[in-house]
Structures are given as C-alpha cells and as structure tokens.
C-alpha cells in the first residue's frame, strides 16, 4: 500500500521560499515518475512539477523557473522547493506518482503566500 506523507508547508510573505517535503513508503520509489500537485480552494487540482526515475523534470508554466522538484532515491522523499512565492500559488500540495495513483493521495502540505 502506498503512503505519501507531506511536510513543509507554511504561512510565507509574497517573494519568499518554502521546502517541502514528501516520505513515500510501499513503493519501489528509485522506479517511479514522482510529481507535486497542489490544489487551491475552488479550484481542480493540478500538476506543478515531476520527476522521472532517471531525474527528468517537467514544470507548470505558471512555476517555472520559481519551482525546483528534487528527488533522493536514497531516502525515498522527493522535495519541492518553492522560491519568489506569489499569492497564487497559495494551495494545499500535495505528492504522488505521475500518473497520480487515486488511493494514495495524503493530507497535503498547506502554503499560503501573503501580499
């Protein structure tokens, strides 16, 4: 059974930087296509960032060039770090493999970006 665990989220000003965090488990983790996803309130959840086994990354137009996904095959985690924060990218991320599977989605990391 898949677990995905996040962590990091917070309360940060508008051009700020957060590291988030997500510790799989029940996965042959080094094999799988890792992304982040965040969803806003009213909003459907969407693909920020992936992160293929040989460390390929992808990006949401809206981050790129703010967002950095990383990947430790050792650990099983893949981070997040999020720089020059925008009131926009306030939402609940979350990790999961890409294509997401439905059962393993956690309870999310919350960041919200103040003006």
């Known amino acids: 059974q898949v677990q995905l665990v996040e962590s990091g989220g917070d309360l940060v000003q508008a051009g700020g930087s957060l590291r988030l965090s997500c510790a799989a488990s029940?996965?042959?983790?080094?094999?799988?296509?890792m992304g982040w996803y965040r969803q806003a309130p009213g909003k459907q959840r969407e693909l920020v960032a992936r992160i293929t086994s040989d460390f390929k990354t992808n990006y949401a137009d809206s981050v790129k060039g703010r967002f950095t996904i990383f990947r430790d095959n050792a650990k099983n985690t893949v981070r997040l770090h999020m720089n020059s924060l925008k009131p926009e990218d306030t939402a609940a991320y979350y990790c999961?493999?890409?294509?997401?599977?439905?059962?393993?989605w956690g309870q999310g990391t919350q960041v919200t970006v103040q003006v």
């Open positions: 999961n493999l890409w294509p997401p599977t439905a059962d393993a």
């Open positions: 029940g996965i042959i983790f080094s094999i799988k296509t």
